[in-house]
């Protein structure tokens, strides 16, 4: 009889009955790839399980997990924490150790499995104030308690009747997770997510990403943001092979070594790869240059189900034979499909990647909806370039007479933990409001079109969308970063961070003498360089709306200085604060 699947412990189970893979679970140690399989996954989850009945863990205490990078001992201890109805809370690792405080604190967790030094350090200041009764490392570091110690603890397997009590115990309405929302303004929000929101979305979203069994598949963005979580649950429901990068530097070395089937990824690092093979591109000479460039003008055409034509569609296959297939070579050769979330991805990414034979499908969704909504596929028809795709089964989005998007459904968190307030004014009527803007068109595809928080009035009472001028922008290869301000001002301005490695190249090759950032930005001929940029922005847009004036930042924008989330989203009010000077010298 096969295995109904209502709990997020349940995948593994599936995974061996249906599966049951030698790596179901692979992580570098060491310079060398150590694969775990789908039995050793599960043994290893109720060891741990058994070891945290052993210290007392109850159900409903919340127990912490913090990684540097994905592993396999995140998804272990994500299973084997949630088996005896405790709720695991991931942390970002890059936030403040106030942040970690006062995350440990409003969750109450009792213990936390951390990863390395650099998380252990950040802690170990702050463990005092909270109500931490353990914490264990995945390394090995001296004077700290290691996992293995909870993995030893659970080695003698007499109390497992406990643990299948605890987890026969557990419904699809149990609270699963909380998820603090990384947060552009204020104190993250526990978002809490039950067994049977994720699980929903999960089932729900594999019918538009059919994985198939023995797929490989590369994990690098943070475990702890739900859209990764999600795709692992899903990795795992379909019998694709996870492996774990050591880190997004070494993207492209690990997917050269593992040729991964399918990956996920945020717009800003899609960026990133199209960005420094365009630089490649620009290194060429000759016949192979104008191919190049050639082959990119052809792929930011692009239309999917051959809408182009049969001629379109002959010189795609030339240039895919050409150029295209260096594309995927970089990223190991085998990519079928790429999935993006979290934030807009630039159409012409979608164009060029799909050009290149590396779809991107992207989706929509928020910690609160677990997190797909709605998601583009390759078949039925269902990918449309601009869109965030066709809502997906069992959920419902209504558009507001504002135009904010509603979305109803089994994916609807719980609520904010220890926070009625801020949950009553999100859910109503059963709906969940989203703050973000958007509309359904004629075939049903969802398009974003704004989120209703960043629009502002300038003092001429005319309304402003940043993110569409900011989206528009960020194609520039001279801006990395931009943030467009002038609420109550009397026009639109901006602050911009350069993409300072290609902003370098070009000042060496203009014969623009620096000797740092600051003297870069406050160049003459490179401000007015980037006021073209601005130009050719602003013939697109309506003359109220267009930048009349901006400054340049001489560093750049990071999660570690707080310009950005942990998913790379801007802090409006924060960057404002940090460029507060900018800001007077455009408007005072």
Known sequence: MSIEITRLFDFPYYQLEKHNLKKALTTKHNGKWVSTSTQEYIDKANAISRGLLRLGVQPNDKIAIISTNNRTEWNVCDIGILQIGAQSVPIYPTISKDDYEYVLNH???????????????????????????????????????????????????????????RKNAVTSNTLATLIYTSGTTGKPKGVMLSHGNMVSNVLASEKRVPLEKGSK??????????????????????????YFAEGIEKLTENAQEIKP???????????????????????????KKKLFF?????????????????????????????????????????????????????????????????????????????????????????????????????????????????????????????????????LQNGYFYTGDKGMIDEDGFLKITGRKKEMFKTSGGKYVVPPLLEGVLKQSFFIEQIMVVGEGEKMPAAIIQPNFEYLKQWAEDEGITFSNKKELVSNQKIIDRIQEEINACNCKFAKWETIKRFELTPDEWTVDGGHLTPTMKMKRKIIKQIYQDLYDKIYR
């Open 107 to 165: 969750s109450e967790s009792i213990y936390c499995f951390v990863s390395d030094d650099s998380i252990i350090k950040k802690l170990n200041q702050i463990k005092d104030k909270t109500k931490l009764k353990g914490v264990f490392t995945f390394n090995d570091i001296d004077g700290e308690k290691n996992w293995n110690e909870v993995l030893e603890l659970g080695k003698d397997d007499s109390n497992q009747n406990e643990v299948e009590e």
């Open 217 to 242: 598949g590369l994990s690098f963005l943070p475990v702890c943001h739900v859209f990764e979580r999600e795709i692992l649950y899903l990795y795992q429901y379909c019998g694709v092979e996870i």
């Open 261 to 287: 089937d399918v990956m996920t990824a945020v717009p800003r690092l899609y960026e990133k790869i199209y960005d420094k093979i365009y630089a490649k591109g620009n290194e060429l000479s000759g016949i």
């Open 294 to 426: 050639w082959a990119i003008d052809l792929g930011l055409k692009y239309e999917p189900y051959g809408a182009n034509g049969w001629w379109y569609e002959t010189q795609l296959k030339i240039a895919r034979k050409l150029i295209f297939t260096k594309w995927q070579a970089a990223l190991g050769g085998n990519l079928k499909l790429m999935v993006s979330g979290s934030a807009a991805l630039q159409p012409r990414l979608t164009r060029v990647f799909a050009a290149a034979d590396m779809p991107i499908m992207e989706g929509y969704g928020l910690t609160e909806t677990s997190p797909v909504v709605s998601v583009n596929e390759l078949n039925n028809k269902g990918f449309k370039v601009g869109t965030v795709g066709r809502i997906i089964d069992k959920v419902e989005v209504k558009i507001a007479e504002d135009g904010e998007i509603l979305v109803k459904g089994p994916n609807v968190m719980l609520g904010y933990y220890k926070d009625p307030e801020k949950t009553t004014e999100v």
